[in-house]
């Protein structure tokens, strides 16, 4: 027993170790990462949750055989373009597919890695996978709306007993890191009514046309007193976005009670890292079926 405890420390130690290399080596290469990491707050880096998000990142990297240098070249293509954006919003107040600009491209694969590395970069992604880890609960089954990375399933999987998963591509670097989960390269649509006990719609609902289409089905999936955890994002001029969700969330607000939702706990997370005039930022909730 002595033997296969330090064996499996070994390999847990070796495996953090592996992972902080990866990171060390992307800031070491980008002096805007670097810059970015020096700024951060100590008890952001400190934090158990960072390590887990570097690991997750290393791993997927590793499968998908995305180098350090690759993935500095494709957050600093989306940086570069995100800022862009962010002036031509304030300019206009249009959103680039509003404006009918949608010349940036990326492969899911690395559209997946920028939003990993924003996480260990930026403090409201991080806020966002605090809460997310904070507020998943503990129950039976849980339902993951648009998968990405699977970094949110990968944060809260110690939450459920069964995890369901739909998205229009799923990696197969899911498979082999959730080999029980039940995942699925399609659209959810409801196809399991009154079965689940929390929904996660994580930075999901501003790619919508209609949000309130998808709360609706998701008010039906779930279990008498089921929780959805979701976000909306507010002026945030992002290539792929389509819904801007109001400054005060009123008419969201009434909406998901229309629904049948109420909210148990909310919070607003705004964006630092802006010297332009405008003010994006995220809210995080979470509804309840009544």
Known sequence: MLVNWQNHYAQKLTG???CMEFLQNLISQSRLLEVLHENLPAEMKSDPLYLQVEKYLAAYCDFNNISAEKAIHEYTRYISQYNKDCKAFAKTGEYPLEADK??????????????MLSVLFTRHRFSIMSLLQQYAGDATEAL???LGSGLE????KNSFRHITGYDLTVNDFLATKFPSASLHSTLYTGQQADHFD????????E???DPYDLIKICYNSLKKNGRVLLTTATDIPQFDHLYKFAVDHMDFEEKIKAIGFRIVFKEKITHQYLSINISPCNHFYVIEKA
């Open 16 to 18: 953090n170790i592996r």
């Open 102 to 115: 949608t010349e940036f491209t990326i492969s899911r694969e690395s559209y997946d890695v920028v939003l």
């Open 144 to 146: 993951y709306i648009g």
């Open 153 to 156: 399933i990968d944060l809260t």
């Open 198 to 205: 929390a929904i996660f719609l994580i930075e999901l609902l």
């Open 207 to 209: 790619h919508l046309d």
